[in-house]
């Protein structure tokens, strides 16, 4: 007995022991995973939280007295920034129009150089312009700037968007919503919600499959942050674990701001909405701040199921959760009753289409992606919450897709076979600062697909001789008025082959003027002009404008056989437009990283690359060529007296249509043509010019007019002969600059000194615009150049 | 069938010279025209109607041009000035300069240029910034833009010579220095 006794006593103790040390080694357990969890939920929480990708910001809109913008533009704009036009307009983002006044009140927004802090502003106006700015107090406000527009993140493929908001930006009904619909003891529990959960396993068991989810916020915060919600047993005790570890070590506030911040709340294509930041801006087009009730109870709906619940795809199926959700809210006396029965009544809100037509340039962001990363390595892009100032001017850019899309439906419609279903590219600029504002990279601006404007490489045509006559101003030798010849030449190349050009008309001209030849785009002219000044100085030319590398010294690039893109191009033209100074083509004003601090980014700069004589002679007669020349079919199109300046391209079979011309304001450069690299039938002029002048015509801009450089001066010659002339006997007298000093031939039929009396006595009446064609080389072997540079 | 004639004289007048590259002097008229100076009594003739859309509105130039070129009086220009919002924005970037704020300084400026990027003065402004941020070759070529739109414009030119001059001195190129530094003063007197 005593022995069974003592034996059961030792088993006893035995087990007993082993208990202890299984207790022990389960506990030792759950602290080492504890501690894991904590680490990895703390570092989570307090570590970087969120990866941020950049934001990029569209140019602000300046207001200013003077400014050429209509009471009813400015409406626009505000609406488009999200402004609600109300009465009265007493908090930011809201506005009222009465007649030729506008009364905003402007959101508070961190510029790159300092904090504009929300204010409201009384803008007058005067027709088309704005007469006065004032304050609040009345006080007059010289010059201010608008909050910008958002025009997309930088994030990485299939990357999380978001844009993160502080407690302060956030309306106080969205946590109060989101706990009475989501976790109604979140203000009270540890973490998890037992009550809860047990409901939920009821509900159920009787469901026999998943319809409610016992978690609380903090357990959907702590899922959503490891992104795994696979709902295994040990998955959720984890989950359980990690809400209790972060409900003892955070503050409620801290948590439901990091809920805010975090959930899912919507896919945009490749991207993935997080937080109600962005998805504010997603669905309705303005900041989180300014929700009313019946929006911020949609986005409380949507986070129980954002694509069950996608407003723009399931809208009935959203409106009724929406409803519930008001209901709720009524019920749980966050909101009045009535107020929830009216917002019932309310439409669902949502703007179009992800603001993707409306607000998404993709072909401008790629640009702007492609600079940045010159700068920065890509994780500080897609990570690190930078903001990015664009140059992009949403007007414009809305307005050069228009002028695109609407130019490719006509040719749709046209008798022309070869050009249906054309692609096209464009590129603004402004010339005096070198900034890029629009950028149109297909038919389908708002496609996200193959970007034109910076990929495709095409032969720029005609496009290229500028070039060409401006390697001739500036070897001194030749002048505007100088003559070459328009004859046949047959060029011999290196593999042994004959290069023999042909004109367009596949007519022979003869001695024509530098201006004639340029303004009607003569390629033996060109070609003759070309071999004369050599290829070097034409290829060089290229670098001067702009290009990181001249072309090869082939003969054909007389002709235009170097492939660029329509950046390129509109870089290169840029520097015509703006007197020879060369501005880098900037995409990128400022960034600030998110403390605010100024980050690199690249600065406005000019250098004098070529001289200005040159250029300014190079410029007067690329005016011509709206005056006489090939793009004469599109000065009508144009507000009269508006002074333009530019040049047609066509490619080898019509392959490529190109135009690049300039105002005082703006730079345009257009590409039209088959990705295939079918002909298209089309030259510059029927082509792309079409397209240049639709959107120059429908834009607010200045008169190409270059100061004349000192040394320089205006004397009228015939555009035919290059002879001095007077005005007075013909239409083809035309004023072009000449250096000081240059020597001129007289005309004998019509000397300088000619008075308008005299030219009336001149008989035969001169004719005004003199037979083009029919004017064919002397045989006996005129010399090729001949007169006084 | 006129051109094609006028075309024939400048060919034989041409071959006559022997098609030469060279620069030369067409020989002097015999009965010098008077040359009209700008602003003088000479009527200023207003172009023929064909024609006066086709031009660039500039300064009117003298009727019919001397055979003989005569070195033009440039017109004065007024001096140039900056508009209510430039003047504010300069006055900020000012303010910010003197604090260190370079970036916010060159950003108030970027916003007064794409305001008016035609005045000179604000290019000058922009100038004097890039000395501060010593970086004196974007100094001398935002005078030397400066220069160029300043045509006639005496008090402006000097202010964007000082610049280049100071740029030029910054870089211990000297004598260029001086040069710019005398024109800057000749034009302030002139």
């Not at chain 1, 001129?744 to 005004?768: G, N, R």
Request: contains cysteine; neutral net charge.
């Amino acid at each position: 007995m005593g022995r069974r006794r003592k034996l059961n006593r030792r088993s006893r103790q035995k087990l007993q022991r082993g208990f202890a040390i299984l207790a022990l080694l389960a506990l030792l357990a759950l602290i080492v995973l504890v501690a894991v969890l904590d680490r990895r939920v703390t570092q989570q929480f307090e570590g970087r939280r969120w990866t941020l990708p950049a934001r990029v910001y569209a140019q602000p809109l300046e207001l200013y007295a003077g400014q050429s913008l209509s009471a009813a533009r400015f409406a626009q704009e505000l609406e488009r920034l999200g402004y609600i036009p109300q009465t009265p307009v007493d908090r930011p983002g809201t506005f009222r129009r009465k007649g030729d006044s506008v009364d905003v009140y402007v959101r508070g927004f961190r510029f790159s150089d300092e904090t504009q802090p929300a204010q409201q502003l009384h803008v007058g106006f005067d027709g088309e312009a704005i007469a006065s700015l004032a304050g609040p107090d009345g006080a007059d406000v010289p010059v201010f700037r608008l909050d910008p527009l958002l025009i997309g993140s930088i994030f990485p493929i299939h990357g999380e968007d978001r844009i993160i908001v502080s407690p302060a930006e956030v309306p106080s009904l969205l946590p109060e919503a989101l706990k009475a619909v989501e976790d109604r003891k979140f203000d009270t529990h540890h973490g998890v919600n037992p009550l809860a959960i047990l409901r939920a396993a009821f509900v159920n068991l009787r469901a026999g499959q998943v319809e409610q989810g016992g978690s609380t916020l903090t357990q959907q915060l702590v899922k959503s942050y490891f992104l795994d919600s696979r709902r295994t047993l040990r998955r959720k005790g984890e989950e359980a674990i990690m809400a209790f570890i972060l409900e003892s070590r955070f503050e409620k506030a801290d948590i439901m701001n990091a809920y805010i911040n975090e959930i899912y709340l919507g896919q945009d294509g490749r991207r993935a909405v997080h937080g109600f930041g962005l998805a504010s801006q997603f669905y309705f087009g303005k900041p989180l701040a300014e929700l009313n009730l019946p929006e911020v109870a949609l986005m409380v709906a949507i986070v129980r199921g954002p694509s069950y619940y996608d407003p723009r795809r399931q809208p009935q199926r959203a409106l009724e959760r929406r409803n519930l959700v008001l209901k709720v809210l009524a019920d749980e006396n966050v909101v009045k009753r009535a107020q929830a029965e009216h917002a019932m009544q309310a439409p669902l809100g949502i703007t179009d289409n992800a603001g993707r037509s409306a607000n998404y340039f993709p072909a401008f962001l790629d640009l702007v992606r492609r600079r940045l990363r010159e700068d920065y390595p890509e994780e500080a892009l897609t990570e690190t919450g930078l903001t990015v100032f664009s140059t992009l001017d949403p007007l414009l850019q809305e307005k050069a897709e228009i002028a695109l899309s609407d130019e490719l439906a006509r040719q749709d419609q046209g008798s022309r076979k070869a050009a249906r279903g054309l692609e096209g590219s464009m590129v603004v600029t402004t010339p005096q600062t070198g900034e890029v504002v629009a950028v149109v990279g297909g038919r389908r601006a708002s496609f996200d697909g193959f970007n034109r404007a910076l990929d495709m490489k095409r032969p720029i045509g005609s496009l290229a001789k500028p070039m060409v006559y401006l390697a001739a101003l500036q070897s001194g030798r030749y002048t505007p008025a100088s003559v070459v010849m328009d004859e046949p030449i047959e060029y011999k190349l290196e593999s042994g082959d004959v290069w023999k050009p042909n004109n367009y008309d596949k007519k022979i001209h003869g001695p024509v003027t530098l201006v004639r030849g340029l303004t009607q785009s003569y390629n033996l002219a060109t070609v003759n002009l070309g071999l004369d000044v050599g290829l070097g100085p034409v290829a060089r030319t290229y670098v001067q404008l702009g290009l990181d590398e001249a072309p090869p010294k082939y003969a054909s690039i007389l002709l235009g056989t170097a492939q660029l893109n329509p950046v390129e191009v509109a870089q290169m033209y840029n520097t015509l437009a703006n007197g020879g100074f060369r501005s880098p083509l900037r995409a990128v004003r400022a960034v600030i990283d998110e403390s605010g601090k100024a980050l690199k980014a690249p600065e406005l700069e000019v250098t004098e690359a070529a001289p200005a004589e040159a250029v300014y002679a190079l410029d007067r007669m690329l005016i011509e060529v709206f005056e006489r020349g090939t793009a004469r079919p599109a000065k009508q199109a144009l507000p009269s007296g508006l002074v333009v300046a530019g040049k047609t391209g066509t490619s080898n079979d019509y392959r490529d249509s190109w135009f690049a011309g300039f105002s005082g304001g703006h730079v345009i450069v257009v590409w039209m043509g088959h990705d295939d690299n079918a002909t298209t039938g089309l030259t510059g002029t029927t082509g792309a010019l079409q397209a240049w002048t639709r959107l120059m015509a429908s834009i607010s801009t200045t008169s190409f007019e270059p100061l004349m450089p000192e040394a320089v001066e205006d004397r009228w010659i015939d555009y035919y002969s290059g002879l001095e002339t007077s005005p007075y006997c013909s239409g083809s007298a035309v004023r072009m600059p000449f250096e000081l000093g240059t020597g001129l031939y007289p005309d004998p039929a019509c000397p300088p000194s000619t008075t308008p009396e005299e030219a009336a006595l001149m008989q035969p009446p001169l004719p005004v615009v003199p037979n083009e064609d029919g004017v064919t080389a002397p045989a006996d072997g005129a010399p090729r150049t001949g007169n006084p540079p | 069938m006129l051109p094609l004639s006028r075309t024939f004289v400048a060919i034989a007048l041409l071959a006559s010279a022997g098609c030469s590259l060279q620069p030369f002097q067409p020989p002097p008229s015999p009965t010098p025209t008077k040359p009209a100076t700008h602003g003088g009594s000479g009527p200023v003739i207003s172009e023929p109607p064909t024609v006066t859309s086709t031009m660039p509105s500039e300064p009117v130039i003298q009727g019919p041009a001397p055979s003989i070129p005569v070195p033009r009086e440039r017109p004065k220009a007024a001096p140039a000035t900056f508009s209510p919002a430039s003047k504010a924005l300069v006055s900020q970037a000012q303010a910010q300069r003197k604090k260190g704020d370079l970036p916010g300084a060159a950003g108030s400026l970027d916003r007064a240029l794409r305001i008016e990027p035609n005045n000179p003065l604000l290019w000058i402004e922009m100038g004097r910034l890039r000395m501060d941020q010593r970086n004196f070759a974007q100094a001398e070529s935002m005078g030397r833009k400066a220069l160029s739109m300043a045509v006639g414009d005496n008090r402006t030119q000097s202010a964007a010579w000082q610049l280049i001059a100071d740029s030029l001195r910054a870089r211990g190129k000297n004598p260029q220095a001086q040069e710019a530094l005398e024109k800057a003063q000749q034009l302030s007197v002139e």
